[in-house]
C-alpha cells in the first residue's frame, strides 16, 4: 500500500499550482513535499478493514473507529469540511459524498483480500461509512479493482476492459489527451478513471506517477490512486520507497507496511 503515500507526497507540493504540474519534468520531492489526507486515510483503512477482516459489520464499525482515530491525531492533514463535520461528530453517519476521498483511501482492500469479489465488497464497505453516493462507491469499489487486477498481474489490456464494462468510465482516452483541458477535480468521476488512464499510459511506476500530477488538479489524489495501481503491476522503486518512508511517521508507516 505503499505506493498511494509515495503518490500523495510527490503529488502534493501541485495540487493547487496549475502552470507547475501541466508536464511531467517536475521534481518528485521538495522541500514542499507532505504527507496529506490520503495517506493518513489509506491507513486507516487498512487497519479497520484488518481488524473486521471477512466479517461486514466488524469492518464497517473497524473502519469507522480507525477513520476517526487517526483523523484527530493528524487534524492538520488537508480534510474536506464536510470530512472534518464527520471526524468531530458525536454520532457519525454518511454524508452522501461523491467525492475522491472513497478511492484514495481504498487500495488496501485489493491487498488483504485474494478474491475481486471480496476487494469489490469491502471497497464498497470502506465508502459507505461517509460516502454512500453511488458516485462515491462506484470510485471506491474501480479503484480496489484496478489495484487487484493490477497485483494480480491482468494485463493492462485486461484491467482496462473490465473497469470500462462494470463501472461505465471512459478510459479510451490518452494523458495527452486530458492534459490541456483538466482542471482541478474532487469528484470520484473526475478523478479515478484519469487516475487509472494515468496508470495505463504509463511505462514505470514513476512514469505513471508523473502522468497522473502532469494533468494538473487535485494532484495528490490522482497520483496516490494511480500510484496504488502502479505498486500493483511495477512494485515501487526503492529509491521512491526510501524518500517517502522518511516523510511519513513511524506510526502510519507500520499500518502502511503490514500488509
Given at each position: 500500500?505503499?505506493?498511494a503515500?509515495?503518490?500523495?507526497?510527490i503529488g502534493s507540493?501541485?495540487e493547487?499550482?496549475?502552470?507547475?504540474v501541466k508536464?511531467?519534468?517536475f521534481?518528485?520531492f521538495?522541500?514542499?513535499?507532505?504527507f496529506?489526507?490520503?495517506t493518513v486515510?489509506?491507513?486507516?483503512?487498512?487497519e479497520?478493514?484488518l481488524?473486521?477482516?471477512?466479517?461486514?459489520k466488524?469492518?464497517?464499525?473497524?473502519v469507522i473507529?480507525?477513520?476517526?482515530?487517526?483523523g484527530?491525531?493528524?487534524?492538520?492533514?488537508?480534510?474536506?469540511r464536510?470530512?472534518?463535520e464527520?471526524?468531530e461528530?458525536?454520532?457519525?453517519?454518511?454524508?452522501?459524498?461523491?467525492g475522491?476521498g472513497s478511492?484514495?483511501r481504498?487500495?488496501?482492500?485489493?491487498?488483504?483480500?485474494?478474491?475481486l469479489?471480496?476487494?469489490?465488497k469491502?471497497?464498497?464497505?470502506?465508502?459507505?461509512v461517509?460516502?454512500n453516493?453511488?458516485?462515491g462507491?462506484k470510485?471506491?469499489?474501480?479503484?480496489?479493482?484496478?489495484?487487484?487486477?493490477?497485483?494480480?498481474?491482468?494485463?493492462?489490456?485486461?484491467?482496462?476492459k473490465?473497469i470500462?464494462?462494470?463501472y461505465?468510465?471512459?478510459?479510451?482516452?490518452?494523458?495527452?489527451?486530458?492534459?490541456?483541458?483538466?482542471?482541478?477535480?474532487a469528484?470520484?468521476a473526475g478523478?479515478?478513471?484519469e487516475?487509472?488512464?494515468?496508470?495505463l499510459d504509463?511505462e514505470?511506476?514513476?512514469?505513471?506517477?508523473?502522468?497522473?500530477?502532469?494533468?494538473?488538479?487535485?494532484?495528490?489524489?490522482?497520483?496516490?490512486?494511480?500510484?496504488?495501481?502502479a505498486?500493483?503491476y511495477y512494485?515501487?522503486?526503492?529509491?521512491l520507497?526510501?524518500?517517502?518512508c522518511s516523510?511519513?511517521?513511524e506510526?502510519?508507516l507500520?499500518?502502511l507496511e503490514?500488509i
Amino acid at each position: 500500500m505503499i505506493g498511494a503515500a509515495v503518490g500523495d507526497i510527490i503529488g502534493s507540493p501541485y495540487e493547487f499550482v496549475q502552470t507547475a504540474v501541466k508536464k511531467k519534468d517536475f521534481p518528485l520531492f521538495g522541500a514542499k513535499s507532505r504527507f496529506t489526507d490520503d495517506t493518513v486515510m489509506t491507513a486507516a483503512v487498512a487497519e479497520g478493514l484488518l481488524k473486521g477482516y471477512k466479517n461486514e459489520k466488524a469492518s464497517r464499525r473497524e473502519v469507522i473507529l480507525s477513520m476517526r482515530r487517526l483523523g484527530r491525531e493528524y487534524p492538520g492533514a488537508g480534510y474536506g469540511r464536510k470530512f472534518k463535520e464527520w471526524l468531530e461528530s458525536d454520532v457519525p453517519r454518511p454524508y452522501g459524498s461523491l467525492g475522491n476521498g472513497s478511492a484514495m483511501r481504498v487500495s488496501s482492500a485489493a491487498w488483504i483480500y485474494d478474491t475481486l469479489e471480496e476487494a469489490e465488497k469491502y471497497a464498497q464497505i470502506s465508502a459507505e461509512v461517509t460516502h454512500n453516493h453511488p458516485e462515491g462507491i462506484k470510485g471506491a469499489c474501480a479503484a480496489a479493482a484496478a489495484v487487484f487486477l493490477a497485483r494480480k498481474k491482468f494485463s493492462k489490456k485486461e484491467i482496462k476492459k473490465y473497469i470500462s464494462e462494470k463501472y461505465g468510465y471512459d478510459l479510451h482516452r490518452g494523458c495527452d489527451d486530458i492534459r490541456a483541458a483538466y482542471r482541478w477535480n474532487a469528484l470520484c468521476a473526475g478523478t479515478v478513471p484519469e487516475a487509472i488512464i494515468s496508470f495505463l499510459d504509463g511505462e514505470d511506476f514513476e512514469d505513471t506517477v508523473r502522468n497522473a500530477v502532469s494533468l494538473g488538479g487535485d494532484s495528490d489524489t490522482l497520483a496516490a490512486i494511480a500510484g496504488s495501481v502502479a505498486e500493483g503491476y511495477y512494485g515501487v522503486p526503492d529509491k521512491l520507497r526510501t524518500a517517502a518512508c522518511s516523510i511519513i511517521d513511524e506510526k502510519l508507516l507500520k499500518i502502511l507496511e503490514s500488509i
